[in-house]
């Protein structure tokens, strides 16, 4: 297997699955012209899209792909199926596509209905775990995303992480100034600060080392909740993790 990066829109990644014969799998397109450039430069042939939920960052090259690829296979979640899924996913449902087994992992929280995928050792996670973060939670749904996040924790710590967004820079400044004296966010932040500076995709992650740095996976350790100022009869991680999350999103630096 091989995987491949497609950089789109602003900060969005395509990613692509190769096996021997050049045939491909392509995950969350969400622009149709840089994907179907790559598969032609690569000299690939796609046979299915996996969708991960239905933003239009993910999706929205669905359209174009099926005109020039009408037997497509495109699988996802329901809320998606308006958008050209044919093959809809539920939690727990198992996929063959190439020789390659996917089971399906319900990851809800930046969506109702986000799903992942997962085929050991990788993990196509769309907006839900980040390198550094967490995708944004839409209201109301911050105990499901507690849930994903704890979901994906139960992987094998060797699970590679490859989600939609180069956002890993931006996260890790963010973490760095939430986990005070850790010298594993410390010197995991200078490496991703040189692969920023030098336009360099940092992407995948493992888990294991977003275990140690990402501090939506930290929600017991005492420093996130220090950061967080939740009175202490209210210091539920649910709670820490709503509050962390607000916090990302008001971070400037």
Request: overall charge positive; proline content about 4%.
């Amino acid at each position: 297997m091989k995987i491949k990066y497609i950089p789109i829109l602003n900060d969005n990644y395509v990613w692509i699955i190769i096996n021997h014969n050049n045939l491909c799998i392509i995950i969350d397109p969400g622009d149709h012209i840089p994907v179907f450039n790559t598969i032609k430069q690569l000299n690939v042939h796609p046979v299915a899209i996996l969708v991960t939920h239905h933003h239009y960052d993910h999706i929205g090259g669905i359209d174009k792909l099926l005109e020039i690829y009408p037997n497509l296979l495109i699988y996802g979640p329901n809320e998606a199926k308006k958008f050209g899924v044919n093959k809809v996913c539920k939690d727990n449902d198992c996929i063959d596509i190439l020789n390659y087994k996917f089971k399906i992992l319900f990851t809800p929280g930046h969506t109702s209905g986000h799903v992942s995928y997962y085929t050991k050792p990788y993990l196509f996670c769309g907006d839900t775990l980040f390198s550094g973060g967490c995708g944004k939670i839409k209201t109301g749904l911050t105990l499901k995303m507690y849930n994903s996040l704890k979901k994906i924790m139960r992987l094998p710590d060797n699970t590679l992480i490859y989600c939609a967004h180069e956002y890993t820079f931006k996260n890790l400044k963010f973490a760095n100034s939430i986990f005070s004296n850790n010298n594993e966010v410390t010197k995991f932040y200078k490496k991703i600060k040189i692969m920023h500076s030098n336009k360099r995709c940092s992407l995948p992650s493992q888990l294991n080392t977003e275990k140690k740095i990402n501090p939506f996976l930290n929600l017991d350790k005492q420093e996130i909740q220090k950061s967080t100022k939740i009175h202490k009869d209210l210091m539920f991680q649910l709670n820490i993790l709503q509050k962390l999350r607000k916090m990302k999103e008001e971070y400037k630096k």
